[in-house]
């Protein structure tokens, strides 16, 4: 979880990824942010994240993208 | 019920509304272009008439029904209109019936050179005037061109929606009562210009009229035959558009074979003593008030020989009626020829 | 059919008067039959395009469906008896099936568009490349007419189609539903290209007259005209007389051109965009909006969420995310990261995909190179405020601007002359041309023309321009109202008289001052003798 | 499975054929995305016929300003106010040829040049008397027969051959669009 939320404080430094939950609502994750996180994602935890899962519920909050990986890892 | 009451009104101040804008926006023609005023002009007459004259401005610039009225007490209207075509002609016809059933009907062939439709601004002349009917509809179906449409006919406000930059006060003070301007369907015009020289014609490919406008004349020839109407076809003396031979053949045999009479007042210029150095006001295009009152002499004699028509003078009521024109009639003349004195043109009609 | 032609407002009235008179489960069966009308009238030609894309595109969706449904029954009736790596290898087999279908018909659908659409381009370049090298003989050009929103509708039954094989949703069974879905016709002529989910919630219900939805749809439509016929038809007689002679009008009428283009596009773009969600609304049918007031985006990432909305969302859904997130991409992406180290590596796969998306883009508008340029030039500009983003953040760390009026206003304009100095290469649809005009703006630039009347004489009278300012005023403070909600539900609170007011002062204006018809030509009583 | 596959490349080739071959006119590059800005083709310049006499060369649509003082003193002026209209038509006669003009805005331009006798000739050499296949052989097959004249279009006017028994009686120069 730790590296992921590093991963979001460099990319946004002053966002507090902890416990904001409308990350995409707000429009503080852009597009561009989304893939090159994915792209990160893929590099440190091997899982890519499909297209079609690419939706405001996973991304809106960091906890709700850990649970992603998660599902995907196993 | 209130509900209901309230939508109906919001329904009737909406339409009448946009009929107020629509009949302000339409444009008046009270200066410059006065001719697209003429056809509206019949609906306010008030008694029949034993003659109806049809077609362009070969009929509503050299005849005046006054001097018909005033020599032979003939009763006359002229239901022309700017370059009126041949199927505007017919329709007009058919409509008049519905008003009234005339002696005689008066035609000029001038109009059977016209095929096909011409010119978006002379149907609107033509046609904005004519009160809703089936012939309006028919006729501005057979002259509509290409990128015209029917909705811009039925509501006028679509066409002249863009006039509401060129408003004037005419335009607001006759939206509903419009100024008399013409006699009966003549449009007088006091002023001179002689003849100098008037070109010949040009050869042509084909001199023969279309069928199209043929199929329209044998109707009009039906129309009469049918209300046991007398039909009179005329060329009218103007020297321009130039009437050829070949035209004036054909002319001759259609009326021939119809059994219906033509008269061709180019070659009756002596007869009727028209001098074309003081009776005409364009160069011989259209004769003057001095030129359609020598011609209305000569057609009221052709008509009484031939049609045997009554004279109303005697008629008290009509006198009435006629007496009211007349003086009209002679008072636009005294002005016209005031003007001419004072500025040298027609100043009211000019409308600079 | 244009929407501004008589025959479609009587072709839109006959079809809401029919709509809400026959019995309710024939409503979208009646939508369908006048949506091929519609598209029958437009080009009977062209019918076999789309019925072709409807056909293909059921027949894939189904075939998907069904082997969702069979995987589904498989895993359910075996679900001990299997161990995960079956479960997997199963299901990727299954993918594998799907993926062919999927392939075929995007190829089938795509190949057609793009043989229609780019034929002669390919072409033309064929012969340009052949020219160079030097032989003579170029290729002949093929004559197909684009048939009606071959781009939207072929866009739109594609995103269905990977939807369906993403699972997101069950494919349509019933084939009518469908072609209803990809020749909705209000959505033929402008868009928006809707998603089938979001569409087919209310456009295959049963709808009952709903007196506020009527109202609020007829307004929506009045107002979509007003902005068409009143300020897009009329300023674009200046625009056209501006492009047409770009010898006499350089200079500072570059710059008016750029204004009076923005006006005319947005006008007419958004205009025509209200129009057909009007329609859906008066039908009960709910159509996502494609503008969110975009004249008052402050960047162009934020313009483009703003600006044509439902093509943004689809290149976002159907391409930038599958590229970005495609295994070899991933594959380079680590790769540069050890090459050029973390910061570049990291953004290198945002800028190829954005970059496919954004040359897509532009090849979508038209099949020619100033519109490619145009999709390049946003690329450019988006990917340059990204990398000044650290930029920005210092000079905002100096002078503590952020977020002052003064900043949002600032940011307004210039995005706003961004966007419109790249879209000249619209108007003048040859790039080298553009470059030079837009390059003339500032070289010969002579700000008389606004005094000494040469505005007057590139077609529009001094009337017009009263028309327009108020017209223009008119919009700007709706937009400024619309951003405490809909304007129409403020209007709907007070009482009925105003409503109707509104309503009727708007159908006047456009009757009256709308820009269409024969009598709209500057010289009304045109003298033509022969 | 291999089979429906097959069917749908089918449908594909099919397609393109068809898109390739079908002849509907390409309107331009019209494109859809309802950024419809000015749609202008770029119609090549075509030159107009052009009659010349002691000099001066006349082309239909010329400013009549221009022209008239170059062909010297008219033998006969003539106005020819139309039906309603305060425009008006001038015809002035030069013996031999005729040059017609139209108002538009307050300028007048030249409508028509009318050939009267055998002493004037268009520039092509051909005069009023020649015979038609003399016509054929100097402006070519490419005419319009409108009711036996022969009329070739041109540039915004058309030069137009009337012939009795396959004698030209008439030569005109004769604008199609007006100014």
């Keep these: ?74 | ?352 | 059919m244009l929407f501004t032609s008589h025959t479609f407002v009587i072709f839109i009235s006959l079809l809401f008067l029919l709509y809400y008179t026959i019995p309710k489960k024939y409503q979208w069966k009646l939508l369908l039959a006048f949506s091929y009308v519609f598209y029958f009238i437009a080009g009977p030609k062209f019918l076999i395009y789309i019925i072709i894309t409807t056909v293909t595109t059921y027949l894939a969706a189904v075939r998907i469906g069904k082997h969702y449904r069979h995987l589904d029954a498989y895993l359910k009736e075996n679900k001990q008896t299997l161990t995960r790596e079956d479960k997997k290898a199963y299901k990727s087999g299954v993918k594998k099936i799907q993926w062919k279908w999927l392939l075929s018909a995007l190829l089938v659908n795509f190949g057609m568009l793009f043989v229609i659409k780019y034929i002669n381009f390919t072409i033309a370049n064929i012969n340009w490349t052949l020219e160079v090298f030097g032989s003579g003989q170029g290729l002949s050009f093929v004559s197909i007419a684009l048939p009606l929103g071959i781009s939207f509708y072929t866009f739109q039954s594609m995103g269905y189609m990977i939807d369906v094989y993403r699972g997101k949703y069950p494919p349509e069974r019933n084939l009518g539903k469908l072609a209803l879905f990809v020749s909705f016709f209000p959505q033929l002529i402008q868009g928006p290209i809707s998603r089938f989910d979001d569409l087919a919630k209310t456009l295959f219900k049963e709808h009952q007259i709903d007196a506020k939805n009527m109202s609020f749809g007829l307004q929506r439509i009045l107002w979509g005209y007003f902005k068409k016929l009143v300020i897009a038809d009329r300023i674009l007689v200046a625009v056209n007389t501006l492009i047409g002679d770009t010898a006499a009008f350089d200079g500072s009428y570059v710059f008016v051109l750029m204004v009076f283009y923005t006006i005319q596009l947005y006008a007419d773009f958004t205009g025509g965009i209200d129009i057909t969600i009007g329609i859906a609304q008066v039908l009960g049918i709910k159509v996502q909006e494609n503008f969110l007031r975009p004249a008052f985006a402050k960047n162009t990432a934020e313009f483009w969420r703003r600006w044509h909305i439902s093509l943004g969302t689809w290149f976002k859904e159907y391409l930038f995310y599958p590229i970005s997130t495609w295994q070899p991409m991933l594959k380079f992406t680590r790769y540069s990261r050890q090459k050029f180290g973390d910061r570049i590596g990291k953004r290198l796969p945002v800028y190829i995909a954005a970059f496919a998306v954004w040359f897509t883009t532009g090849a979508w508008h038209g099949s020619s190179w100033n519109f490619i340029v145009w999709g390049l030039l946003n690329f450019a500009v988006l990917m340059i405020s990204d990398e000044l983003k650290p930029l920005y953040a210092m000079f905002h760390g100096r002078f503590n601007v952020e977020g002052t009026f003064h900043h949002k206003v600032f940011q307004i304009l210039r995005t706003n002359f961004l966007m419109s100095a790249i879209r000249l290469l619209d108007c003048y649809r040859d790039v080298p041309t553009t470059f030079r005009m837009f390059g003339s703006m500032f070289a010969r630039a002579d700000l008389s023309i606004f005094t000494n009347g040469g505005l007057l004489d590139i077609g529009l009278n001094v009337e017009d321009y009263w028309v327009l300012a108020i017209a223009l005023m008119v919009v700007f403070a709706v937009a400024i109202a619309q951003r405490r909600g809909s304007v129409r539900e403020q209007l709907y609170s007070k009482p009925a008289i105003v409503g109707r007011a509104v309503f009727y002062l708007l159908f006047v204006a456009i009757i009256v001052f709308g820009a269409y018809g024969i009598g709209y030509e500057s010289s009304q009583f045109i003298y033509n003798q022969f | ?179």
């Design chain 2, 1 to 352: 019920m209130k509900k209901f009451f309230s939508i109906t009104l919001t329904f009737v101040i909406a339409f009448g509304g946009l009929g107020l804008g629509q009949r302000i926006l339409m444009p008046k023609y009270t200066t410059g272009i006065v001719e697209g005023a003429l056809i509206e002009e019949y609906y306010h007459e008030k008694a029949p008439h034993d003659v109806i004259i049809i077609g362009d401005c070969e009929v509503y610039e050299n005849i005046s029904p006054i001097t018909l009225w005033e020599e032979y007490g003939i009763t006359s209207f002229i239901r022309g209109s700017a370059q009126q075509l041949i199927w505007q002609s017919y329709y007009l016809l058919e409509e008049t019936l519905k008003y009234e059933k005339p002696e005689v009907v008066i035609f000029s062939v001038l109009a059977m050179k016209y095929d096909q439709p011409q010119n978006e601004a002379y149907n609107r002349m033509t046609l904005d005037g004519m009160r809703p009917s089936v012939q309006k509809f028919k006729s501005i179906r057979a002259s509509m061109l290409p990128e015209e449409d029917m909705i811009s006919y039925v509501f006028p406000i679509l066409r002249y929606h863009s006039r509401w930059s060129e408003l004037n006060s005419e335009d607001f003070a006759e939206a509903f009562k419009r100024q008399r301007r013409f006699h009966n369907g003549y449009y007088m015009r006091a002023d001179i210009k002689p003849v100098e020289t008037i070109p010949e014609g040009r050869v042509l490919a084909n001199y023969d009229f279309g069928e199209n406008a043929y199929k329209y004349l044998d109707m009009m020839v039906e129309l009469c035959k049918e209300n046991d109407i007398e039909l009179l076809l005329i060329k009218a003396p103007s020297l321009y558009p130039f009437w050829y031979d070949q035209w004036e053949d054909q002319m001759v045999e259609y009326a021939k074979k119809h059994d219906i009479e033509y008269i061709n007042f180019l070659e009756l210029i002596e007869e009727t003593g028209i001098d074309f150095s003081v009776d005409t006001y364009d160069a011989g295009l259209h004769l003057n008030v001095t030129g359609a009152e020598k011609l209305s002499m000569y057609l009221g004699s052709f008509i009484k020989d031939n049609y045997r028509l009554k004279d109303w003078r005697s008629d008290g009521d009509l006198a009435e009626i006629w007496q009211e024109k007349c003086e009209f009639y002679h008072g636009m003349k005294a002005l016209q020829y005031e003007e001419l004195e004072k500025y040298g043109y027609l100043k009211s009609i000019k409308g600079e």
């Design chain 4, 1 to 179: 499975m291999k089979k429906i596959l097959l069917c749908f490349m089918l449908i594909g080739i099919m397609v393109f054929s068809f898109a390739a071959c079908s002849d509907e006119a390409v309107d331009g590059n019209q494109n859809e995305n309802g950024q419809n800005g000015g749609q202008q083709d770029e119609v090549e310049e075509e030159t107009n016929y052009e009659f010349e006499h002691n000099g001066a060369l006349i082309a239909v649509n010329m400013e009549a300003s221009e022209v008239l003082p170059k062909l010297g003193e008219e033998r006969s002026y003539f106005e020819a106010p139309s039906c309603a209209f305060d425009g008006i038509d001038k015809i002035y006669s030069y013996g031999s040829f005729e040059v017609h003009t139209y108002p538009s805005g307050d300028t007048d331009y030249v409508s028509a040049i009318i050939l009267k006798d055998d002493s004037v000739v268009t520039s092509e050499g051909v005069y009023i008397g020649d015979t038609k296949d003399k016509v054929l052989g100097t402006y070519g097959e490419d005419y319009q027969n409108m009711d036996g004249a022969f009329v070739y279009e041109q540039g915004e006017g058309k030069l137009q051959f009337i012939f009795v028994d396959d004698i030209v009686a008439a030569i005109e120069y004769i604008a199609t669009e007006s100014k």
């Design chain 1, 1 to 74: 979880m730790e590296t992921l939320l590093e991963m979001l404080k460099d990319m946004h430094p002053e966002v507090d990824f902890e416990n904001n939950d409308k990350l995409i609502d707000q429009g503080i994750l852009d597009s561009f942010d989304i893939v090159s996180l994915i792209a990160e994602i893929d590099n440190e935890y091997g899982v890519t994240i499909p297209p079609e899962s690419i939706i405001p519920e996973n991304f809106n909050s960091a906890k709700a993208l850990y649970a992603l990986i998660e599902k995907l890892e196993d």
